[in-house]
């Protein structure tokens, strides 16, 4: 059965490290069988730093779907959207092409949106700096 996950959730609240669990349980971290797309990867570069840069944020979002496409398209058994996915219309196209190319779909709420401490903790162990005030926001605008 192909698979896939889309993740939702804030910044810091376990996406990715749930995303290669998912693989690892899945399909025993086979990387032939599995595919994990995240707007962040674009985010890296050379040297595997990450710099966030806002204005290609629509741009990298647009890469994304497009590997996420060809991902399906190459029939990977597992693929894994591992963004925040804070509104829905942020994950709708994945949902539609996946379904559309027969994939079965689930979407992922991982860690605690509306807690304020874990919010707190989200802020202090996510990799890109996201601050708790914006956390906070995001976790308001939470479309469920």
Known sequence: MKQVFILRGLPGSGKSHYAQTLADD???????????CSTDDFFVNENGEYHFEKQRLSEYHNLNLARFINALAE???????DNTNIKKWEFVAYASAATAMGYQVKEVI??????KSLQHLYAKRNGHGVGL????KMAHLFEW
């Open 75 to 81: 029939g990977i058994p597992l693929v894994v959207v």
């Open 26 to 36: 899945l399909v025993a971290g086979d990387e032939t069988q599995y595919f994990i």
């Open 133 to 136: 005030k914006t956390i906070s």
């Open 110 to 115: 991982v860690g605690e949106i509306r807690d």
